[in-house]
């Protein structure tokens, strides 16, 4: 969490995909299938881009989680969430 970006939890590894047009997405991967990419973006939404529209798929250097996160919780609230956390493994 204070370093959202040294590494990936497996399954969240963020990836840019850059379209034919020049627009780039950034998000986790959702689906795959053989005639698209599903993205899923920070805010949740689920962006499909065609592959024939792909021009560039790569995996990302930066976390979809937000930088400071730590920043926005009280010292009670981030010690439940890694109380939390740890619960799961």
């Known amino acids: 969490m ?9 399954g969240y590894e963020p990836y840019v995909i850059q379209n034919r047009r020049g627009q780039s997405f950034t998000g986790i991967l959702g689906r795959e299938t053989a005639d698209a990419v599903t993205l899923i973006t920070t805010d949740r939404t689920e962006i499909r881009i ?7 798929f790569t995996p990302g250097r930066v976390s979809i989680m937000p930088q ?9 609230e981030l010690r439940d969430l890694l109380a939390f956390l740890q619960s799961l493994k």
């Open 2 to 10: 204070i370093f959202p970006s040294a590494s990936f939890a497996r």
């Open 50 to 56: 065609l592959r024939a529209d792909i021009d560039t």
């Open 68 to 76: 400071g996160l730590e920043t926005q919780l009280t010292r009670d």
